[in-house]
């Protein structure tokens, strides 16, 4: 079955919602996914780095328990990387945080 030109729906851009919407919406996603979002586009990784992200999850009682860690996996790269240890029983796994802030060798951080 063809459709014509005009009875096809035009497409929405994620972008186009209010942001009210777009932070209601992030709020009920698992920071576990986070990561995975954060590479879709710049303007969805500028929401989940704000602070108003974190103020929404909380207004709506989304907010999550998690463990950060902090590792150097690579030898041969001084940095290392933050990672959310995945709450799912028996799926432990490390899931890498992009956007998290830079450790520096030899310093210590608490989240």
């Known amino acids: 079955m063809n459709q014509s030109p005009d009875s096809i729906a035009p497409r ?14 992030l709020a009920r996603v698992s920071r576990i996914h986070y990561p995975t979002l954060y590479l879709v586009s710049k303007g969805l990784r500028s929401f989940l780095e704000s602070p108003e992200l974190d103020a929404t999850r909380s ?7 998690f463990q950060y860690v902090c590792l150097n996996l690579n030898v041969s790269n001084p940095n290392p990387q933050w990672f959310i240890l995945s709450p799912i029983p028996k799926q432990e796994k490390l899931v890498p945080i992009p956007s998290f802030p830079r450790q520096y060798p030899q ?5």
């Open 12 to 25: 929405t851009s994620f972008s186009s919602l209010p942001d009210d919407i777009i932070l209601n919406c």
């Open 59 to 65: 207004r709506i009682g989304k907010t999550e328990n």
């Open 107 to 111: 310093s210590s951080a608490v989240v």
